[in-house]
T-cell receptor, first 110, second 111 residues
Framework: DGGITQSPKYLFRKEGQNVTLSCEQNLNHDAMYWYRQDPGQGLRLIYYSQIVNDFQKGDIAEGYSVSREKKESFPLTVTSAQKNPTAFYLCASTSYNEQFFGPGTRLTVL | GQQLNQSPQSMFIQEGEDVSMNCTSSSIFNTWLWYKQDPGEGPVLLIALYKAGELTSNGRLTAQFGITRKDSFLNISASIPSDVGIYFC???????????FGKGTRLHILP
């Protein structure tokens, strides 16, 4: 089945630790995105990548980092510099003008 | 920057009622997308619109691309309990641009 997978579904970390969220797609899409969603809120863009080995900051990139070494993979690292990391994180990829989302990872920092 | 104003923020309706929500912008978009998000899940693409004036249906859902290119509407007919969730509109100017999302309309269905 083609799609976007994110793992794990739930992640717990202690304050001060870096954590990496996985995003993989087998849709052969060039562009991939990371969004953050807080309770009752819309989607805020963290980082995006339109091609392998290239990525751009979104609206709320501070405290996050990404890499795009392979077309299929776009992992997001939430660093200890991120002040309020607890949130629901969504990965997406785009084909032509349509964007498709993964199931999300809920990160809770204790 | 570009913004989408989505309304209403939330709706409480009886099962069987029709639902209407919309998105407006001060700038033009060339693509409008409508998504539904269930609790704890990623948004699912419902309908994509590419042409001003276009009216597209997906089952009980119908969406329209406004003539001015600055708005879009989503209607749900004869609502059922599984329609509960958050509906997002999104707009895109060009293929390589960032997609702009509305803040969502939360649909509640009263028993």
């Amino acid at each position: 089945d083609g799609g976007i997978t994110q793992s794990p579904k739930y992640l717990f970390r202690k304050e001060g630790q870096n954590v990496t969220l996985s995003c993989e797609q087998n849709l052969n899409h060039d562009a991939m995105y990371w969004y953050r969603q807080d309770p009752g809120q819309g989607l805020r863009l963290i980082y995006y990548s339109q091609i392998v080995n290239d990525f751009q900051k979104g609206d709320i990139a501070e405290g996050y980092s990404v890499s795009r070494e392979k077309k299929e993979s776009f992992p997001l690292t939430v660093t200890s510099a991120q002040k309020n990391p607890t949130a629901f994180y969504l990965c997406a990829s785009t084909s032509y003008n349509e964007q498709f989302f993964g199931p999300g990872t809920r990160l809770t920092v204790l | 920057g570009q913004q989408l104003n989505q309304s209403p923020q939330s709706m409480f309706i009886q099962e069987g009622e029709d639902v209407s929500m919309n998105c407006t912008s001060s700038s033009i978009f060339n693509t409008w997308l409508w998504y539904k998000q269930d609790p704890g899940e990623g948004p699912v693409l419902l309908i994509a619109l590419y042409k001003a004036g276009e009216l597209t249906s997906n089952g009980r859902l119908t969406a329209q691309f406004g003539i001015t290119r600055k708005d879009s509407f989503l209607n749900i007919s004869a609502s059922i309990p599984s329609d509960v969730g958050i509906y997002f509109c999104a707009g895109l100017v060009n293929r390589d641009d960032k997609i702009i999302f509305g803040k969502g309309t939360r649909l509640h269905i009263l028993p």
